[in-house]
Every structure is written in C-alpha cells, then in structure tokens.
C-alpha cells in the first residue's frame, strides 16, 4: 500500500538488543495495527492503536511495546524480553468509513543473528 | 477452538478449475467479514469484502451464512496468477474499538 510505509525491510538483530520497527501512514486514518506472521501462519495481533495517545495489547503483546505520539506513527519496539522474534512484521491502518479495509504496509523481516 | 478457521490446504488445481474456500468463526458478535490475498513473502490486499447477500466480482463470489457463522469464496475459471494464500478475516467490536481476527490461510496452487 503505497500510503503506508514499515522500515527497514529486512532488520537482523543480535540476542538481547532492543529494535525499534517504524510504520508510517499518511491516508489520515486513526486506527494502526501491528501483526506477526510466523511461517506458513496466519496473522496474530501484537497491539493495536484506535487514536493518537491510546493503544491496547492484542493477542501477543509480551516482548513488545508500542507509542502513538502522532497519527501518522506507530513504532513497534521488539525488546529482548520477546524470545522469539524472527517473524514477518506486519503494520496496518484501518478505513475510517464505512468499508472498515484494512491496508497494510510492505512488512519488516526480522532476524535473529 | 480458534476464532476464525479456514481449510488446511494446501490446494493444488488445474488451470480453468472452481476452487472453493471455506472459513468458520467462534464470535456470533463479529460484524464484517473480508477475504484477503497474499502472496509469498508479501503483505496481505484485500480481495473482496463478504455482504449478508453474497456478493460477486468477476471470478470472484463470496457467500456469508451468519446462522451457520461460515464463509465462502469461489474462484471460477482459476488462472496461474491466482495461485496466492487466502486469508478469511474477521472484524469485532470490543470495548475499546474494531479488531481484526484473521484466519490461517489457505494456500492455492494453480498448475498449468
């Protein structure tokens, strides 16, 4: 989705480091998501943002953690407390109408060296 | 018992083959239901959003049966570009706002 920007795309990272995973969207939505997919696996819920200075923890929030100082950023932060990290990291945005579509950014691959 | 539960696959079809998908969900709360695509190593797109009434888009035909809390997709006449994972996706209403529950996918195959 061309409005919605992760970086990097492809992250390795040494055992016991923080990472800071960025998602940046300028399509004015207030809803932002961050998912993990492990291989050949569906989509799992790490947090979840519905407006500027709120968020929620989805299904697997333990090891991470998230900020949401402005609409248009939801940096997700894998901290060495997440023991297993190699994922595909997923950020979205959700339609503020209607439709309610999700629209999803590129995705981060993050390795453990 | 998962929320949202799709067909194991993988499926491996002929060219010109009707494929279909099926997809059930725990929650009776949940109130939209979407089918994305992905591919490999690729972010999910949406394909299509389920209505009540079934709704159709080319190939395309999707079927919503909230009594049963299933969900379909049909492809007619698939082609090679069709091979993909789908993904069945289903929206919830919580206290604090919508939510997304995705399914495991479904991985199709289509051989020339």
């Known amino acids: 989705d061309g409005g919605i920007t992760q970086s990097p795309k492809y992250l390795f990272r040494k055992e016991g480091q923080n990472v800071t995973l960025s998602c940046e969207q300028n399509?004015?939505?207030?809803?932002m998501y961050w998912y993990r997919q492990d291989p050949g696996q569906g989509l799992r819920l790490i947090y979840y943002?519905?407006?500027?200075?709120?968020?929620q923890k989805g299904d697997i929030a333990e090891g991470y953690s998230v900020s949401r100082e402005k609409k248009e950023s939801f940096p997700l932060t894998v901290t060495s407390a997440q023991k297993n990290p190699t994922a595909f990291y997923l950020c979205?945005?959700?339609?503020?109408?209607?439709?309610?579509?999700?629209?999803f950014g590129d995705g981060t691959r993050l390795s453990i060296l | 018992r998962k929320e949202v539960e799709q067909d194991p696959g993988p499926f491996n079809v002929p060219e010109g083959a009707t494929v279909a998908f099926n997809c059930t969900y725990s929650?009776?709360?949940?109130?939209?239901f979407f089918w994305y695509r992905q591919d490999c190593r690729k972010e999910p797109k949406l394909l299509m959003s389920?209505?009540?009434s079934g709704n159709e888009d080319g190939r395309f035909t999707a079927q919503l049966n909230r009594a049963s809390q299933y969900i379909s997709l049909l492809i007619r006449d698939s082609k090679l570009s069709d091979s993909a994972t789908y993904l069945c996706?289903?929206?919830?209403?919580?206290?604090?706002?919508?939510?997304?529950?995705f399914g495991p996918g479904t991985r199709l195959s289509v051989l020339p």
């Open positions: 929650n009776s709360a949940s109130q939209s």
């Open positions: 399509l004015n939505h207030d809803a």
């Open positions: 943002s519905q407006i500027v200075n709120d968020f």
């Open positions: 389920v209505y009540s």
């Open positions: 996706v289903v929206n919830e209403v919580n206290n604090y706002g919508q939510n997304f529950v």
């Open positions: 979205a945005t959700r339609d503020s109408g209607g439709t309610l579509n999700q629209h």
